[in-house]
């Protein structure tokens, strides 16, 4: 079953911050986010993994609460280059309780950032 | 050159007819995945490969089939087209387990079935 991302759509002006959320109705034992520009592949941007640490590089960082199995995006300081479509994918784990080998991704979140 | 090369980047073709869509990687990864992409419904799993003798089916796997002819290609078959898998696949590739390393993403195939 497929991760719910919230907003479906962001649109912000240069500077301002945003959230983006991913919930899952399974237990998760990874959640990747990868952006993707209009026409091009998504690329990856972090991965965060039960009982890890928030990642986050530049000012993107994201939170992974295992209890609630949900995962937030913080955007902050948006600049233009951050638009795109925003993807969470969600790995449950196996019955090892280790990576199952494969994500299963939200419906995308577009994010538009003016001037 | 790209690490993870798609080909064709764009084909349209007409109902009923069988279509390959191809995946190439120079990263020497393990593993393989087809996703295919529809407006509004991200992206979902057709099927997956850990090594060249390990094959299984994704989300949605009817009408696809596929082959992996060496650690380095996948091949994605559309044995009968028909007008709703027009859409945009992606190949991906993972070194292990995507919780280590995430997926590298190929440019995708446009593919359009009228």
């Known amino acids: 079953q497929q991760p719910v991302q919230s907003p479906q759509a962001v649109i912000l002006r240069e500077g301002e911050d945003a959230v983006i959320n991913c919930s899952s109705s399974?237990?998760?034992?990874?959640v990747h986010w990868y952006r993707q520009k209009h026409g091009e592949a998504p690329v990856f941007l972090m991965i965060?993994?039960?009982?890890?640490e928030q990642k986050g590089h530049d000012k993107i960082s994201a939170s992974f609460n295992e209890k609630k199995q949900q995962s937030s995006l913080y955007l902050t300081a948006s600049q233009l280059s951050y638009s795109g479509t925003y993807f969470c994918?969600?790995?449950?784990?196996?019955?090892?309780?280790?990576?199952?080998?494969?994500?299963?991704f939200g419906q995308g979140t577009i994010l538009t950032v003016h001037p | 050159d790209a690490d993870v090369t798609q080909t064709p980047r764009n084909r349209i073709t007409k109902t009923g007819k069988r279509i390959m869509l191809e995946c190439s990687q120079t990263k020497g990864h393990d593993r393989m995945y087809w996703y295919r992409q529809d407006p509004g419904l991200g992206l979902r799993l057709i099927y997956y490969?850990?090594?060249?003798?390990?094959?299984n089916k994704g989300e949605i796997s009817d009408g696809y089939s596929v082959s992996r002819q060496a650690q380095a290609k996948f091949s994605l078959s559309l044995e009968s087209a028909i007008p709703n898998q027009t859409a945009l696949y992606f190949c991906?590739?993972?070194?292990?387990?995507?919780?280590?390393?995430?997926?590298?993403f190929g440019s995708g195939t446009r593919l359009t079935v009228v």
């Open positions: 991906a590739t993972s070194r292990g387990a995507p919780a280590n390393y995430g997926y590298t």
């Open positions: 965060l993994l039960k009982g890890g």
């Open positions: 490969s850990f090594d060249v003798k390990d094959i």
């Open positions: 399974k237990a998760l034992y990874s």
């Open positions: 994918g969600t790995e449950g784990p196996n019955a090892g309780g280790t990576s199952y080998g494969k994500l299963t």
